[in-house]
């Protein structure tokens, strides 16, 4: 079935650092992929999304690209700031019945 | 503008005692509904899904149960729950044929 794989936590880095939080997917047909952040006591939110292959979603500064020939939707960032400070969630919507399928998640502190 | 809410926020059960968490969705008509449960440090977990009114998907056998007696009401119950039914969860909705997921605030459980 479909599938999605990040990198485990916590990441920790120091503020201006550069981030790269991993995810790979199995799907079959052309999944939409996901971003989502969940900041501390929080439910999640949207963070950016690509609907195709080599698309770039990007929003606050985040980018990730929809590579179909590794299966990847990597998420990066330049310069993390402390209030980057969260839990990113990658997914990918099931084409049957529009479901969205959860990676584990992947905590990400920034310290200043 | 869409919205959605769900309560209670906090809830401390003793184990064996029934729940029942509601949400609703405003704004919007015919949503697909959905319910998440985040175990502490562990990813999201889709429990049940809906497509419309009185359809509910159950995605893993569990001591829990989904109804959605309306349009935007989505309710979760348990008749007996458990120390393993702590959690948080988490409602969410989806317009048709998008893939944005919204999310509410989220219901923290705690069971004793």
């Known amino acids: 079935g479909n599938s999605v794989t990040q990198m485990e936590g916590p990441v920790t880095l120091s503020e201006e650092a550069f981030l790269t939080i991993n995810c790979t997917y199995t799907a079959t047909g052309y999944p939409s992929l996901f971003w989502y952040v969940q900041y501390p006591g929080e439910g999640l939110q949207l963070l950016l999304k690509?609907?195709?292959?080599?698309d770039k979603g990007s929003n606050k500064g985040f980018e990730a690209t929809y590579r179909k020939e590794t299966t990847s939707f990597h998420l990066e960032k330049g310069s993390v700031q402390v209030s980057d400070s969260a839990v990113y969630f990658c997914a990918l919507k099931d084409n049957q019945g529009g479901k969205l399928i959860f990676g584990q998640g992947t905590e990400l502190s920034v310290k200043p | 503008s869409q919205t959605i809410h769900q309560w209670p926020a906090t809830l401390v059960q003793p184990v064996g005692s029934p729940l029942s968490l509601e949400c609703t969705v405003e704004g919007t008509s015919n949503p697909n509904l959905y319910w998440y449960r985040q175990a502490a440090g562990r990813g999201l977990q889709l429990l049940f899904y809906s497509v419309g009114i009185g359809q509910i998907s159950s995605e893993v056998p569990q001591n829990l149960s989904a109804s959605r007696p309306q349009d935007r009401q989505f309710i979760l119950s348990s008749k007996k729950l458990l120390l393993s039914d702590s959690g948080f969860y988490l409602c969410?909705?989806?317009?048709?044929?998008?893939?944005?997921?919204?999310f509410g605030e989220g219901s923290r459980l705690t069971v004793l």
């Open positions: 969410a909705w989806t317009g048709q044929g998008t893939g944005e997921l919204f």
């Open positions: 690509a609907t195709k292959a080599d």
